[in-house]
């Protein structure tokens, strides 16, 4: 499989990601890391840079904010 081909898999599969060890699954990976890991392994798993991981992170909370405030 090439890298096109893990990024499409990891974008289009809800529990895909690019860890061998848990047989690239990301329910696996989660049960196994269930205190967190570092945005550097986020980044991994997930095949992009490490600014784009703290870049959805930051979304999302601005997100959630914004949920938050309408309830």
Do not use: H, W
């Amino acid at each position: 499989m090439d890298k096109a081909d893990i990024v499409k898999r990891i974008r289009e599969e809800d529990d895909y990601v690019r860890c061998p060890k848990c047989s690239n699954s990301l329910t696996k990976f989660l049960i196994k890391n269930s205190d967190g890991v570092e945005d550097q392994v986020i980044a991994r798993l997930l095949m992009v840079p490490e600014e784009k991981v703290k870049e959805l992170y930051e979304e999302a909370v601005k997100r959630l904010r914004r949920e938050m405030r309408e309830e």
